[in-house]
């Protein structure tokens, strides 16, 4: 599976933005899909994962209530909705796919292909 992220960009405290990912190469409604982010000097960070059918969904603790995980896989594509952004929220926003369906989602080395990612700048 090839994956291409977009939807990055400069946003002010409080606002939006809505990043995408999009599959190629392979069954995408087989995946389960996840975002990770990665700051400067910080390690690569799990941000929210859902399931093959949309029948799972977690978040990291940090962006629950703000951020929204959400597949449409007609379109074999994976979205992030990201609301109240903080500057804290900035990174580079990676996709990735997990062929398996793993339990430690949240584990960067259970998921098999990557995006090459999409910077988010939140500004103060």
């Known amino acids: 599976v090839q994956l291409q992220a977009s939807g990055g960009g400069l946003v002010q405290t409080g606002g939006s933005l809505r990043l995408s990912c999009v599959a190629s190469g392979g069954t995408f409604s087989r995946n389960a899909m996840g975002w990770f982010r990665q700051a400067p000097g910080k390690e690569r960070e799990f941000v929210a994962v859902?399931?093959?059918?949309?029948?799972?969904?977690y978040y990291e603790d940090s962006v629950k209530g703000r951020f929204t995980i959400s597949r449409d896989n007609a379109k074999n594509t994976v979205y992030l909705q990201m609301n109240s952004l903080k500057p804290e929220d900035t990174a580079v926003y990676y996709c990735a796919a997990d062929y398996q369906g793993s339990y430690y989602y949240w584990r960067a080395n259970e998921y098999e292909a990557w995006g090459q990612g999409t910077q988010v700048t939140v500004s103060s």
């Open positions: 859902i399931g093959r059918n949309a029948n799972i969904i």
